[in-house]
């Protein structure tokens, strides 16, 4: 079996790519605070963590 | 912020595929910048970036709405140009085959990574992986073939490129 390949390779339009990916780390950041506080409000143990 | 690399590393990844593991993509969120002009430098050099579906799993699971699920689809998109390597049966069985190797060291090891490294078995010489776990990639069975830092206002973030050579 052959590794699959892009069908053209594209360049990352950086300015457009750094915008979407604030808005991404904006997610992660929620759930990482999700995650804290679900388990602080459940008196689990916290990992150092999330991923 | 620059990332420090050998050039070298970048000419044995030339006509490779590039195995981008979870902790990659959210890095990128939190440092897009210094990933893009590295990213588009691999692109140029003939480097196809690439993921499983478990990195995208793990990603993509907690979106709290579909517009921040949508944001971190094209994100992983934006990247890898929908280069997804398939899990197949033999690397399941590869999976199987780590976990005895791994032996006690395997304890606390993801399924992904586990999966990551039985696409690295099954694709060898032409699949190398990017990650910032170097300590779930056990050196007695995969081949660390470089070093990459970036450094930051709270140290140094040190991420390995791992290939199956064996």
Known sequence: MSL??????????????????????????????????????NGDKLRPCAY | MEINYDPALINSLRNKHLLLDTNIFRDVASKPSVFT??????????VTLATIDLVKFEILKGSANNLKYEEKEQMIKDITEEVIIPTT???????????????????????????????????????????????????????????????????IFTYGVYQYTQ
């Open chain 1, 4 to 41: 699959p390949k892009a069908k053209k390779t594209k360049l990352i339009d950086e300015e457009k790519f750094i915008r979407l990916a604030k808005r991404v780390n904006k997610s992660f950041e929620e759930e990482v605070r999700y995650i804290l506080e679900t388990k602080m409000n």
């Open chain 2, 37 to 46: 002009s590295f990213f588009n430098l691999l692109k140029n050099s003939d």
């Open chain 2, 89 to 155: 049966s033999e690397m399941i069985a590869s999976v199987y085959e780590l976990i005895k190797q791994y032996g006690i060291d395997g304890a606390s090891i993801s399924v992904t990574d586990l999966y990551l490294g039985a696409a690295l078995i099954q694709f060898k010489k032409n699949l190398f992986l990017l990650t910032r776990d170097t300590t779930d990639f056990l050196q007695r069975i995969f081949e660390l073939s470089g070093v990459i830092n970036i450094p930051c206002s709270k140290g």
